[in-house]
């Protein structure tokens, strides 16, 4: 049989894992913000009402 070693296909370098990491990081802090913004836009809207409401 003749076994070929796989392929090491795309390796990073550190500028570019560096690179990746901060953006993975912008576009987490970015769904939180919007997640955060439905959340008050929503509040708002409902009134203050709604959050002291019976169970």
């Given at each position: 049989?003749?076994?070929?070693?796989?392929?090491?296909?795309?390796?990073l370098?550190?500028?570019?894992?560096?690179?990746?990491?901060?953006?993975?990081?912008a576009?987490?802090?970015?769904?939180?913000?919007?997640?955060?913004?439905?959340?008050?836009?929503t509040?708002?809207?409902?009134?203050?009402?709604?959050?002291?409401?019976?169970?």
């Amino acid at each position: 049989m003749n076994e070929q070693l796989p392929e090491p296909g795309i390796v990073l370098t550190e500028e570019q894992k560096r690179r990746r990491r901060a953006r993975s990081i912008a576009t987490a802090l970015v769904l939180a913000a919007l997640a955060l913004l439905f959340y008050v836009v929503t509040i708002v809207k409902l009134g203050p009402g709604v959050l002291n409401r019976p169970l």
